[in-house]
């Protein structure tokens, strides 16, 4: 019994570090703090976040350092001491600063929340590099304000803690600031974040806060990973249990593969219950879920499967098991066969590819540190630190994307505060057409000139904004003057050119500001002849001619109408008879000329009937040619007299006004006749 008992304590010490075997390293992930005044110890420090609590991932915090007379170490409650940390309108946040020893780092921060600050800063008792102040192991005292605890904190050296106390002391106004900005790489507009997780649901009040993160988040995972905004990959921690114990029943059920891969045994009683291997099947399973869903561009329904096992197979229910699993694998449409095909089997002695990678990937490499604590959540290759809560963890996502090109999830106002509200962030803006230069970004804003409807405008986008280019003048006429006044509208936008705002014809002034009427009867711009009388309008005039005149605005001239009409109808009876008489001999040329054809080509034949023609094969030839430039000439000839019938009557009657569809109704008659000589030259072999 005794051995059995420390063989149980050998493998449970040894599931618990044997990652530390390896060649690894854990990084303590760190926050800047900024001393901004006293001026004796101004600066910058670094801090190590801690694995509690809501750091403010993406931005920053000022505030105000106290360090209390009493309860130094923060280990008791302060209102035992009648100690308030509850800032004063008007003033900074309280940060308070608090010595390590005694008790956890998580009831230290614990104590100095509810005594109203906004912030601790811990100061190491020995001189060493910065740690992780991680969460206490699991009891019923500490899992009662954990999850409560929603300030930030960081660990500081002994030197610098040494530092604020004696500058506190000397009753100088240490102020700090705390920031969390570059905590997370934010290089692009896509996040790579991973979650080291357990489908263990019996492991205390670790998991249950696991379980409860992983149904909340869901939404807002599975947003992000449709949109392509993050790239998301669940993993395991496996162990593996020790060659000496290889054969061991105590190996054999918390082991698959022969001992390569591992798990605790859920209820710590390796004779009852579920064992540790049914636990190392089912992370095995939901792996390959997420392997075979990711095949088909679906690998948000991996949060599915996760959220829906909890619900369905809870071990206390007894329904953690390969049949329950295989009936939610089905509700999702996933592919249990290939599922299946991916886990291999639990039994061979070799290597499983899915577990063997993931022991592999939790080895530190680059910025990011081995996993070592479980869960852990890894964003753009840096662990993150804090609860494990919905809010929080958005926010370092968030953080993680390059500047301008954060989704619309994470600039929701329960992520951060729209700081283009308060005064338009100090950016550029055109209140009358509704724009502004200034973006919201998850860590603060930007000033940058917009682009609208394709346009874009260019400036510095903190006090100057233009639009350039093409289609400037339809957003709000291109900051130039425009009007409406008795049903006309003018504008002095102009689009094209180097010239921006220009008075429209008719007006004068700057163009921007202001454009005035020019009175034309006034200053005898127009409306100056004779018989001419001129009436001011807005923007342009109106002219009449006394009596039967007709007024030309081009030439600025008064015409007699009744003179036109008669003049006008003459001419075009002129024209109308020495056309037909034109098309009347062009027709009876094109007669006589086809009747001598037709006679000569008759005598020719019975001439050649009785007696050979000397020159026979010449004259066809030549009358060949002379009859070709006959054609040609009746062709042009007809149609130039046309041509030059339907441009008199145009000059004549669509002059005055008369005929203005004149040119329309000529170019459809000359149209059937270039169609008709057309036909006629096929037929005469022109």
């Known amino acids: 019994m005794e051995l059995r008992r420390l063989l ?29 005044s006293p001026e004796k110890i101004k600066g910058t420090y670094d801090s190590a976040i801690g694995n509690f609590g809501i750091p403010q991932y993406g931005g920053s915090m000022a505030g105000t350092v106290v360090y209390p007379k009493d309860n130094q170490k923060g280990c008791k409650a ?39 600050a906004s912030a601790v800063l811990v100061a190491d008792d020995i001189e060493e590099a910065l740690i992780t102040m991680d969460t ?53 507009d896509r996040v790579e974040y991973e979650l080291w997780t357990n489908s263990n649901d019996e492991c205390g009040v670790k998991c249950d806060m696991l379980m409860e993160f992983v149904k909340d988040f869901k939404g807002a995972a599975q947003i992000l990973e449709k949109g392509g905004y993050t790239l998301f990959t669940p993993h395991y921690i496996t162990w593996y249990c020790p060659q000496a114990f ?21 209820e710590q009683d390796f004779s009852s219950g579920y064992e540790g291997k049914d636990v190392v099947i089912e992370n095995l399973r939901q792996l390959c879920v ?31 098991n390969k049949e329950c699993a295989d009936a939610v694998i089905k509700s999702l449409g996933l592919d249990s066969k290939k599922i299946e095909k991916c886990m291999g089997d639990p039994n061979a002695d070799a290597d499983n590819p899915v577990l063997k990678e993931e022991q592999d990937a939790q080895v530190g490499k680059g910025s990011r540190g081995d996993v070592t604590i479980l869960p852990t959540l890894v964003v753009n290759n840096r662990q993150y630190r804090g609860k494990l809560a919905k809010g929080a963890v958005l926010k370092a996502i968030c953080s993680g994307f390059e500047e301008t090109t954060e989704p619309a999830v994470c600039l929701s106002g329960d992520v951060e505060t729209n700081e283009c509200l308060d005064n338009n962030g100090g950016c550029w803006q055109d209140k009358a057409a509704n724009l502004t230069a200034c973006k919201d970004t998850f860590r603060g804003r930007v000033c940058e000139c917009p682009l609208v409807d394709g346009l874009q405008f260019k400036g510095d986008g903190y006090s100057h904004c233009e639009a350039s280019g093409p289609g400037r003048c339809n957003i709000n006429n291109g900051g130039c003057w425009h009007k409406s006044q008795d049903g006309h509208t ?16 008719g007006f004068r002034g700057d163009g921007i500001n202001n454009c005035e009427d020019i009175d034309e009867c006034k200053e005898k711009k127009a409306c100056q002849c004779p018989e001419c009388s001129c009436k001011d309008t807005w923007g342009s005039y109106e002219c009449t001619c006394s009596g039967d005149l007709l007024y030309i605005r081009d030439h600025d001239t008064c015409i007699s109408k009744s003179g036109t009409e008669v003049k006008s109808a003459w001419a075009a009876v002129w024209v109308i008879l020495i056309g037909l008489a034109m098309a009347s001999g062009g027709a009876y040329l094109v007669y006589k000329y086809r009747l001598r054809s037709y006679m000569d080509s008759e005598i020719r ?3 050649a009937q009785y007696m050979p023609l000397d020159s026979q094969s010449e004259v066809p030839n030549h009358f060949y040619f002379e009859g070709k430039l006959f054609r040609l000439f009746v062709f042009l000839s007809i149609f130039g007299a046309f041509d030059f019938l339907w441009l008199t009557l145009h000059m004549c009657l669509a002059r005055e006004g008369i ?28």
């Not at 449970?12 to 760190?30: A, M, N, T």
């Open 8 to 36: 149980h304590v050998v493998l449970s010490f040894w599931l618990l570090l044997c990652i530390g075997c390896s060649d690894g390293r854990f990084v303590v992930e760190k926050n800047s703090l900024t001393v901004t």
């Open 290 to 320: 997420f392997k075979v869903a990711n095949e088909s561009n679906k690998s948000w329904l991996w949060w599915d499967y996760v959220t829906d096992f909890q619900i369905r197979c809870p071990m206390k229910e007894k329904k953690y």
């Open 605 to 607: 034949a019975i001439m």
């Open 78 to 116: 302060f209102d035992e001491f009648s100690i308030s940390f509850q800032s004063k309108p008007g003033s900074l946040p309280t940060f308070v600063l608090v010595d390590r020893g005694d008790c956890f780092f998580a009831l230290k921060v614990w104590n100095v929340q509810k005594a109203g």
């Open 490 to 505: 003018y504008s002095a936008c102009v689009d094209t050119g180097d010239v921006k705002c220009q008075c429209p014809p």
């Open 136 to 188: 206490p192991e699991e009891d019923s005292s500490s899992s009662k304000y954990i999850e409560n605890i929603t300030i930030p904190s960081a660990l500081i050296q002994k030197s610098f803690g040494e530092a604020l106390k004696k500058a506190i002391s000397g009753a100088d106004m240490v102020n700090v600031n705390l920031d969390w900005r570059e905590s997370v790489p934010h290089p692009d």
């Open 246 to 266: 290889t054969i061991s029943k105590q190996c054999k059920s918390q082991c698959i593969n022969h001992g390569r891969y591992c798990a605790p045994d859920p």
């Open 659 to 686: 005929c203005n569809m004149c040119p329309v109704f000529v170019l459809m008659i000359e149209s059937i006749l270039v169609l008709f000589l057309v036909e006629y030259g096929s037929i005469v072999g022109l």
